[in-house]
Structures are given as structure tokens and as C-alpha cells.
Nanobody, 116 residues
């Protein structure tokens, strides 16, 4: 059974940083493309970033939504079966529940609130 458990969310001021983690189990993480998506209050799901399997612990090709490019960095540690999302220069509009995604499965999400 695929299990994805996100952590690292919280309350942060505009301009601050957070690092989200996603602990994965129940599948072969190292050969799986992984993604982060988010859902802001009253809005639909938005794709944030994707990373291909890559080799070793370094991860593969990454893509980003235009709204986060240059501020967010997706990475993975295949040895630890863990996906990360480093979020810098956070803005009010980044407030959302962030989900780790593998195929059609996503975790329970972690809340990120950007507020002054």
C-alpha cells in the first residue's frame, strides 16, 4: 500500500522559509516520479513541482509552476525514501495545504500559512 506522510508545515511570515518533507513507503521510491501539489482555501489543486526518479540520492529532472519558480526547490533522497520541498521567500499567496503525490495517491497534507 502506498503511504505518503508529509511534515514540516507551519506558520511563517512573508519572506520566510520552510522545508516540507514527505516520507514514502509501500512502493519503490527510487524509480518513481514524485510531485508536490497544493490547495489554497476555496481553490482547486495546483501543481507546484515535480521530480523524476534520477539516480542515487540526487534526484532527476525538476519542473516548477511559474508562481514558485526561483523560490521553491524540490529534491529527493532515494536512500531515505523521502521527498522534500524547500520553500524560500514565501508569499501570502503560498498559503495552502501542501500534498505529496505519487501517481493518483496523495498524502494527508501539511498546512502552510504565510501571514504577518
Amino acid at each position: 500500500e502506498v503511504q505518503l506522510v508529509e511534515s514540516g508545515g507551519g506558520l511563517v511570515q512573508p519572506g520566510g522559509s520552510l522545508r516540507l518533507s514527505c516520507a514514502a513507503s509501500g512502493f519503490i521510491f527510487s524509480i518513481s516520479a514524485m510531485s508536490w501539489v497544493r490547495q489554497a482555501p476555496g481553490k482547486g489543486l495546483e501543481s507546484v513541482s515535480t521530480i523524476t526518479p534520477g539516480g542515487g540520492t540526487g534526484g532527476g529532472t525538476t519542473t516548477y509552476a511559474a508562481s514558485v519558480k526561483g523560490r521553491f526547490t524540490i529534491s529527493r533522497d532515494n536512500a531515505k525514501n523521502t521527498l522534500y520541498l524547500q520553500m524560500n521567500s514565501l508569499k501570502l499567496d503560498d498559503t495552502a495545504v501542501y500534498y505529496c503525490v505519487k501517481g493518483q495517491t496523495r498524502g494527508q497534507g501539511t498546512q502552510v500559512t504565510v501571514s504577518s
